[in-house]
C-alpha cells in the first residue's frame, strides 16, 4: 500500500503541476490537453480518478483539509454512482466517518446552543477536556449531511446512529426567520443551511429537528422577480441557490407531482416564471449556466438539471447538446474540469457525475435529484 499511494502521489503532482500553466489549451507534464477527444463518457477512466482520490489526495487540495469529509463524499458517492463501490472498504469508511461525529457528555448539552453533528476534519475536532467538555465544537451542517450521504452509500445501518443528539441540538441552529446557521456561532445563514437540515432531516426520517413551516416561508422570501431563487431574500437569482430552494420544498413534502401543469404550485413557488428561468440558463453551447451571462460550468447541469428533475421540467432540456458540452469538460485522466480544456476536480466530477446520471448515462446508478446522491431505492 505505501509504495501504491506513493505512486497515486506522484502521477498527481504531475498532474497539479499544469494547474499554472496558461488559460486556453493547458498542457500537463504528460505532453497533451487535460481535456478528452473522446466522443464517450470514459467510466473505467473515471473510476481510476476516483480511486486514486479515495486512497491519497493530491498536494493541491491539502488546503482543503478542513473539508476532508466533504471531498471523501464526492470520491465515495461518486464511486457508488459509477457502480464501483466494491473499491473501498465499507466497514473502514463507516468507522472513519462516525469518528468525526460531536458527541454531547449527556441530554442537557443538546440545549446548550450547540450542534452535536459531524465534523468537517480532524482539525477541526478538537478533543474534550479532563471534564469530558468539548471546548471547541466544530459540529457543522454541510458536514453532517457529506457524513450521512456516506454512511447511506455504504450501506450503514442508520438505527445505530444516534438521531437524538443530532435533531434535537439541530434546533439550535434555526433562526427566528427560519433560516439556519451551519454551525452554533459566527456564520451565515442561508438556503444551503436549509437545505442541508432538511436532507439530514429526510436521511434521518425524523423532522422534529427543524421547523419546516418557517423554513419554507423563508425559501419563498428568496424567490426573485426573474423566477430564481437567491441566497438570500433580495439576491441575485442563482442556480446553487435555486437548487437547495428546490429540493428542500421537495424534501419537505410541498411540491406536488404534477407542479409542471399548474400555474400556481401548493408549495407558494411561482413554477411558471421560476421554469422560464431554468430554461433560459442553458447557453449555446449546451452546457448551463449558474447565474445571467456567465459561462456554462459543468456543475450547473446537475444544479439546474436537477431542479428541472424535480419539476418535471427535465424531458424540455436538449440532452444531446448538453451531452457534447460535457464531454468538452471531460479529462483524459478521468474527472471532469468546471470549463472545457482545464484540470479536473473533485468538486466538479461528482457533478459532472451526477449530470450524467440525469441524463440516463448506462452504466451509473439512478439519482435521486433531491438528495444529489445515488437513488438507494433502486439499488
Known amino acids: 500500500m505505501d509504495g501504491q499511494a506513493t505512486e497515486t502521489e506522484r502521477e498527481w503532482d504531475q498532474l497539479s503541476s499544469s494547474s499554472s500553466a496558461s488559460e486556453g489549451e493547458q498542457t500537463t507534464s504528460f505532453g497533451s490537453s487535460s481535456s478528452s477527444s473522446s ?3 470514459e467510466r473505467e477512466r473515471h473510476v481510476s480518478f476516483l480511486e486514486m482520490m479515495y486512497q491519497m489526495l493530491p498536494s493541491y487540495l491539502q488546503s482543503q483539509e478542513i473539508n476532508r469529509l466533504t471531498l471523501a463524499h464526492f470520491a465515495i458517492s461518486g464511486l457508488h454512482l459509477l457502480g464501483a463501490l466494491d473499491r473501498v472498504d465499507k466497514d473502514a469508511v463507516s468507522n472513519w466517518v462516525l469518528s468525526f461525529q460531536a458527541r454531547p457528555r449527556d441530554e442537557a448539552d443538546l440545549n446548550n446552543g450547540e450542534f452535536y453533528g459531524f465534523h468537517g476534519s480532524r482539525s477541526s475536532q478538537f478533543p474534550p477536556d479532563d471534564n469530558g467538555v468539548l471546548v471547541h465544537n466544530g459540529g457543522h451542517l454541510a458536514s453532517t449531511y457529506c457524513a450521512l450521504a456516506i454512511l447511506k452509500a455504504v450501506g450503514y445501518n442508520f438505527a445505530n446512529i444516534n438521531r437524538e443528539s443530532i435533531l434535537t441540538s439541530m434546533r439550535n441552529l434555526q433562526q427566528h426567520d427560519g433560516s439556519f446557521m451551519p454551525v452554533h456561532s459566527g456564520a451565515e445563514m442561508d438556503l444551503r443551511f436549509i437545505y442541508c437540515a432538511a436532507a439530514i432531516s429526510f436521511m434521518l426520517g425524523d423532522w422534529s429537528g427543524m421547523d419546516q413551516e418557517k423554513a419554507k416561508q423563508y425559501i419563498l ?12 431574500p433580495g439576491s441575485e437569482s442563482h442556480g446553487g441557490g435555486t437548487y437547495c430552494a428546490v429540493a428542500s420544498l421537495q424534501l419537505m413534502g410541498f411540491i406536488e407531482d404534477d407542479s409542471l401543469s399548474k400555474t400556481v404550485s401548493s408549495s407558494g413557488i411561482d413554477v411558471p416564471l421560476l421554469l422560464n428561468w431554468c430554461f433560459q440558463r ?4 449546451g452546457g448551463f449556466q449558474g447565474r445571467a451571462n456567465k459561462p456554462s460550468d459543468t456543475c450547473y447541469a446537475f444544479w439546474i438539471g436537477a431542479v428541472l428533475k424535480i419539476l418535471n421540467g427535465y424531458k424540455f432540456v436538449d440532452k444531446e447538446a448538453l451531452r457534447r458540452f ?3 469538460c471531460q479529462s483524459q485522466y478521468g474527472g471532469f474540469s468546471k470549463y472545457p480544456g482545464e484540470m479536473p476536480d473533485l468538486y466538479h466530477s461528482y457533478y459532472g457525475y451526477t449530470a450524467f446520471s440525469l441524463l440516463e448515462e448506462p452504466g451509473l446508478n439512478p439519482l435521486c435529484a433531491e ?3 445515488t437513488d438507494y431505492h433502486t439499488v
Open 326 to 328: 460535457l464531454l468538452t
Open 282 to 285: 442553458q447557453a449555446v453551447d
Open 39 to 41: 466522443l464517450y463518457f
Open 371 to 373: 438528495l444529489g446522491m
Open 221 to 232: 422570501n428568496c424567490q426573485s422577480y426573474d423566477g430564481g431563487f437567491g441566497l438570500t
